[in-house]
C-alpha cells in the first residue's frame, strides 16, 4: 500500500525550530519529486516546498524562503521539512505529498496523488 | 488571498448534480495550464479527485468529473450522496508568481 507519514510536530515558541519528517512505503521513493502542503486552522491549503527526486531542484513559497528547509535521504525513502524561526502565521497542519506528472512532448503538468494524514504544528508562547 | 477563486459553498439534495467553478486568469487556467481537483473529507486529508482537467484515478466514482474552458475550470458531482460533503479545491499553476502550485480557496459541499 501506498503510504505517507508525517510526524515531529507539536507546540513551539515564536522563533523557535521544528523539524518534519515525512516516511514513504509502497512505492519508489527516489523516482518521485516531493511537496509540503500546509493548511492553517479554518483555512485552505497553500503549497510550501517542493523537492525533486534527486534533490537537484528545490523551490519554497515567499511566506517561507529562507526559514524553511526541505531535504530528503532516499536511501530512508523520507523527506523532511526542517523550519526555523517560526511564527504564529506557521500554525497548521503540515501535509507531505507525492508529486504526480502528466502531459509529454513540452508540456507537463504536476498534482499531488498521494498525500499523508498531517502532522499539526502549533507556533505559540 | 488565491489568484484562484471558488464560491465558499454550494448545496444540493441527494440525487442532484452541482457544479464547483474555479476562476482564474490569463496567467494561469487561460494560459492553458492545466487543473485539478482535490477533496478533503472533515478532518482528513486531501485526497486527488480530478487529475489533468478531466482525468479521474482509478477508484474515483465517474459522478465526478472535470472541465475547463477559457479562464475557468469546472467540477461537477452528478447522483450527489451523503458522504460527498467535503470541501473541494482545485490547483494550478500561475507564470506570473514564483509560486509552483496555486490552490482554489475552497469550496464547501453541503448535502441537504
Known amino acids: 500500500e501506498v503510504q505517507l507519514v508525517e510526524s515531529g510536530g507539536g507546540l513551539v515558541k515564536p522563533g523557535g525550530s521544528l523539524r518534519l519528517s515525512c516516511a514513504a512505503s509502497g512505492f519508489t521513493f527516489s523516482s518521485y519529486s516531493m511537496n509540503w502542503v500546509r493548511q492553517a486552522p479554518g483555512k485552505g491549503l497553500e503549497w510550501v516546498s517542493s523537492i525533486s527526486s534527486s534533490s537537484s531542484y528545490i523551490y519554497y513559497a515567499d511566506s517561507v524562503k529562507g526559514r524553511f528547509t526541505i531535504s530528503r535521504d532516499n536511501a530512508k525513502n523520507s523527506l523532511y521539512l526542517q523550519m526555523n524561526s517560526l511564527r504564529a502565521e506557521d500554525t497548521a497542519v503540515y501535509y507531505c505529498a507525492r508529486v504526480g506528472v502528466g502531459g509529454s512532448g513540452a508540456y507537463y503538468y504536476y498534482y499531488m496523488d498521494v498525500w499523508g494524514k498531517g502532522t499539526t504544528v502549533t507556533v505559540s508562547s | 488571498q488565491s489568484v484562484l477563486t471558488q464560491p465558499p459553498s454550494v448545496s444540493g439534495a441527494p440525487g442532484q448534480r452541482v457544479t464547483i467553478s474555479c476562476t482564474g486568469s490569463?496567467?494561469?487556467?487561460?494560459?492553458?495550464?492545466?487543473v485539478h481537483w482535490y477533496q478533503q473529507l472533515p478532518g482528513t486529508a486531501p485526497k486527488l479527485l480530478i487529475y489533468g482537467n478531466s482525468n479521474r484515478p482509478s477508484g474515483v466514482p465517474d459522478r465526478f468529473s472535470g472541465s475547463k474552458s477559457g479562464t475557468s475550470a469546472s467540477l461537477a458531482i452528478s447522483g450527489l450522496q451523503a458522504e460527498d460533503e467535503a470541501d473541494y479545491y482545485c490547483?494550478?499553476?500561475?507564470?506570473?508568481?514564483?509560486?509552483?502550485?496555486?490552490f482554489g480557496t475552497g469550496t464547501k459541499v453541503t448535502v441537504l
Open positions: 490547483q494550478s499553476y500561475d507564470s506570473s508568481l514564483s509560486v509552483l502550485y496555486v
Open positions: 490569463s496567467s494561469n487556467i487561460g494560459a492553458g495550464y492545466d
